[in-house]
């Protein structure tokens, strides 16, 4: 599969900076969570190989060993997709099943191109689209509601 573009590469490096203090908590952060870029997943019997642009691990879930390997076997409870033309059939598809069929709790569909985020849970019956934002706004997004995400630093040069 093709590399993303430029502007995809920046929006997932941006919005991983801006979640940061989930991962390494500071004084008034909320952390919590452990969270990658690009890690390489192997979900299910068979198994699915799968990249995120991000993935996110709530610590508790995480076992002894779990940075020691080369590629996680235990699905994320978050993910984050950068759309891109090459990939968001992809994304939108065999990954979000896949998604879904290994537990995933929660995955954003970022589009750097419309400058949207929409941010989707898992239900039993598929995805439920929970919110859906656009533009350069200023938003609380599950799971990470804790704080607030300014989506202008997504879309920026």
Request: net charge negative; aromatic share 8%.
């Amino acid at each position: 599969m093709p590399r993303p573009r430029l502007r995809h590469a920046r929006s997932a490096s941006r919005l991983g900076n801006r979640l940061a203090g989930f991962d390494d908590p500071r004084a008034g952060d909320p952390g919590g969570w452990i969270l990658l870029d690009e890690p390489e997943l192997h979900l299910g019997a068979r198994p699915d190989v799968v990249i995120p642009d991000l993935g996110g691990w709530r610590r508790e879930r995480v076992p002894e060993g779990f940075m020691d390997d080369a590629a996680a076997t235990l699905a994320p409870d978050w993910c984050c997709e950068v759309l891109s033309p090459s990939t968001e059939q992809v994304d939108r598809g065999r990954k979000l099943d896949i998604y879904r069929r290994e537990g995933v709790g929660h995955v954003w569909l970022v589009s750097p191109v419309l400058q949207t985020v929409e941010v989707l849970r898992r239900h039993d019956l598929g995805w439920l689209l929970t919110a859906t934002f656009a533009g350069d706004v200023v938003v609380r997004a599950e799971p990470f509601d804790a704080v607030e995400l300014d989506l202008a630093a997504l879309w920026s040069v």
